[in-house]
């Protein structure tokens, strides 16, 4: 299965680059793109094999989403975040899963975690109300998780993901960005709605691996923690664009000829300096991240729960790797010449949407490094997202 997903997934690319320009101008990933998508099998690769999905070991997800943004960076940051929600709802109340997938496996789900709603317990549930942001390709979606924080008397917090129908809520067009401008991230907005227990997830079962959904979903897959997927779905997509732009660079640069002082700029010791250095750290970059899966699913399919100390280094990991690709980009977008200005070159467009990628939450490493930092130190986590 990972050799035909990582075949459909190339074969995508040039038709994906063509389309690149439409999901900027429409603000969201084209349906025919959507469509592509749900035949290549895409949107079901972390899905439960009992709901027709194809639950795959997660460096083939990551490894096609990668592929996918080399040819357009919006295409693969809705694949990404989508596709990773069908992992997460085999997490819920099996009644909440046939709610979804029952008529339909192949119904999609978008989101909005940061948790900017109002949350009130009542008999049997939870009403909802607020206006949440950034839920990426959710006009292709005809359901939404949003975060929020239920009540409690003492105690920790309960973060939940709360999972509502399209029916539900409203979505407010107010996308209009100058980065990631196809994704569609706009947002949700709810009115006093009634969500029942089971279509809840507390993050602290995502964390401790042990979810109502592990009840019918129990392989290795399932058995990994949410954040760590989930952070990986929103960083991957940066890899794929700094990819994307390093062959750009390195097609353009091949046979270039300043006009200023009419030499080869392939002679140009800077740019054989910076396209060697962009290649080693990208590998190292991979080579990182299929470690650290690998590593996890061994895990899991031993039935042994992940240390802290690996699990809040692989969140510094994701992190970091954004940072890393925004500084590769930054220096081959430099190095392209002027004409990179121009908003139909490729370097643009690669330029603009890694520095997107960068400013997401769970692509911050300032927090990341600190978790991290502090757990050597012998500090405790109290992180979800790890």
């Known amino acids: 299965m990972r050799d035909t997903l990582i075949t459909r997934a190339r074969e995508l690319q040039p038709t994906l680059r063509e389309r690149a320009t439409e999901a900027s101008r429409l603000r969201r990933v084209p349906e025919a793109t959507i469509a592509d998508f749900q035949q290549a099998g ?18 083939t997800f990551f490894d096609v989403q990668e592929i996918i943004a080399e040819a357009c960076p919006s295409s693969a940051w809705v694949l990404g975040v989508v596709a990773v929600h069908a992992w997460q709802l085999a997490l819920f109340d099996p009644k909440a899963q046939e709610e979804v997938w029952g008529a339909d496996a192949t119904t999609l789900i978008s989101s909005s975690y940061a948790p900017t709603g109002s ?34 008397q003492a105690g920790p917090p309960d973060m939940r993901t709360y999972l509502l129908p399209r029916s539900d809520y409203t979505i407010i067009d107010n996308w209009d960005t100058i980065a990631l401008r196809g994704t569609g991230s706009k947002d949700i907005v709810v009115d006093d709605v009634f969500v029942p227990e089971h279509r809840t997830h507390r993050m602290s079962d995502g964390f401790k691996c042990d979810s109502p959904g592990n009840a019918i979903n129990d392989a290795p897959l399932f058995r990994i923690p949410f954040g760590q997927i989930f952070v990986r779905s929103v960083s991957t997509t940066a890899i794929g664009i700094a990819r994307g732009a390093l062959a750009s660079y390195l097609e353009i640069t091949a046979d270039k000829v300043g006009a200023g002082d009419g030499k080869k700029a392939a002679l140009d010791p800077t740019a054989q300096e ?43 990991d994701s992190s970091e790797t954004v940072s890393r690709c925004v500084a590769l980009v930054d220096e081959m977008f430099t190095l392209a010449g002027g004409r990179a200005i121009f908003s139909d070159h490729p370097m643009a467009r690669y330029f603009l949407d890694v520095h997107g990628a960068r400013a997401h939450f769970a692509n911050r490493p300032e927090a990341s490094s600190r978790n991290f930092g502090g757990v050597q130190l012998g500090m405790k986590t109290k992180d979800f997202f790890i």
């Open 42 to 59: 895409f949107f079901a690769m972390l899905q439960p094999a009992s709901r027709g999905g194809h639950a795959v070991h997660p460096n």
């Open 119 to 152: 949350i009130t317990r009542v008999d049997g549930g939870f009403r909802v109300s607020g206006r949440w942001s950034f839920s990426s390709g959710c006009d292709h979606c005809a359901w939404v998780f949003l975060g929020g924080f239920a009540p409690v």
């Open 274 to 316: 910076a396209s060697a250095r962009a290649a080693s750290t990208l590998d190292q970059i991979g080579l990182v991240r299929a470690r650290n899966f690998a590593r996890m699913m061994d895990l899991a399919e031993r039935g042994e729960r992940i240390p802290i100390q690996d699990r809040v280094a692989w969140r510094w």
